[in-house]
């Protein structure tokens, strides 16, 4: 990657007085995490820095959040700068896209490699575990300090999105950066118990209900379940709180490929992609306008849940059979 974007992206920063930071939907610990550490950095520089959202912060993010986020589209008029963070697409926030748009100077930095270039910046690295990876570059290139809260901010982004260190996208540099992290002194106690142990009963109880409607496809090698908002209202639960869903149904023993299909409104279907070795759910997210990478994608189809799965179970089991294909063509 060209690292002369990230220096012009800096520059621009450093530049600007006035900053609108724009997390994907859905938020994660990666773009959360990645849009407040860089706030908080922009602060520190005296600039006037909000993240703007329009869906609600996941509960086990919340420990990160004071008075960094806002709903208000109107809190800076027309922004210096725009910044995507973890942005595969301007569609990834689109309800804050013409927001966006207005920022005289655009910027897009995320390290999916599916990612459009849709900004006047575009910084790109696939090799980057987690798009707080590149923050945390980008922070050093402003020459601010990494206190604690933006270490704590980098380190929630990184373990989330490596499922803490468990995923292909850990590398050396990834250990490497949380080491450093660990020198500046995070409370990895406390971002533990937030992020992995503090679960409501209604997360267990919507948790239930999802795998008791799981279907196997395939032999046993894909799996595919749902959440309506019924099954939400009837449990109690929140749609963030099925979050960590995805990756125990790809969990199980023989299945390579899962999906999970969230109803967000009457014909809008959020659609979540994993694969465990040698399936490449990019290419499945990809084919319904979506993207990705090769273990993790995701996709929104706009249809009746009874269609999206249908559609989403067949490109499952036609990416299987071939992907079976081939393996026996080279007889591994």
Aim: proline content about 1%; some cysteine.
């Amino acid at each position: 990657m060209n690292k002369d974007i990230l220096k012009q992206i800096a520059q621009k920063l450093k530049e600007a007085e006035t900053v609108l930071m724009y997390p994907h939907v859905v938020m994660d610990g990666d773009t959360l995490g990645s849009s407040i550490a860089l706030c908080i950095a922009l602060r520190k520089l005296g600039k006037k820095a909000y993240i703007l959202i329009e869906d609600k912060i996941p509960a086990y993010l919340f420990f990160l959040e004071k008075d960094y986020c806002t709903y208000d589209q109107q809190i800076i008029d027309a922004p210096d700068v725009s910044i995507a963070i973890d942005c595969s697409d301007i569609e990834r926030f689109l309800e804050r896209k013409e927001k966006f748009l207005t920022g005289k100077v655009s910027i897009s930095i995320d390290h999916h490699m599916t990612t459009k270039l849709f900004a006047d910046f575009n910084y790109i690295d696939e090799n980057a575990a987690a798009t707080s990876e590149i923050i945390l570059d980008l922070i050093r290139l402003l020459d601010v300090e990494i206190d604690i809260e933006i270490a704590e901010s980098i380190y929630t982004a990184i373990v989330t999105d490596t499922g803490n260190f468990q995923y292909t996208n850990t590398t050396k540099h990834t250990h490497l950066i949380t080491a450093e992290l660990f020198d500046i002194g995070i409370n990895l106690e406390k971002i533990s118990v937030e992020i992995y142990q503090n679960i409501r009963l209604e997360q267990l109880k919507i948790a239930s209900v999802v795998f008791d409607n799981m279907a196997m496809l395939y032999n046993g090698k894909g799996n595919i379940a749902f959440v309506t908002q019924e099954m939400l209202k009837t449990t109690g639960a929140l749609m963030e709180e099925t979050e960590g869903i995805i990756g125990t149904l790809r969990n199980i023993s023989g299945v390579e490929i899962s999906a999970f299909l969230k109803e967000k409104r009457i014909n809008e279907i959020k659609v979540g992609l994993r694969a465990k070795t040698y399936g490449d759910v990019s290419a499945i997210a990809q084919a319904f306008g979506g993207g990705g990478h090769k273990k993790a994608a995701g996709c929104t189809l706009y249809t009746s849940l009874e269609d999206a799965k249908k559609l989403v179970s067949d490109a499952i089991i036609a990416h299987l059979e071939e992907a079976d294909k081939k393996l026996r063509r080279t007889g591994n």
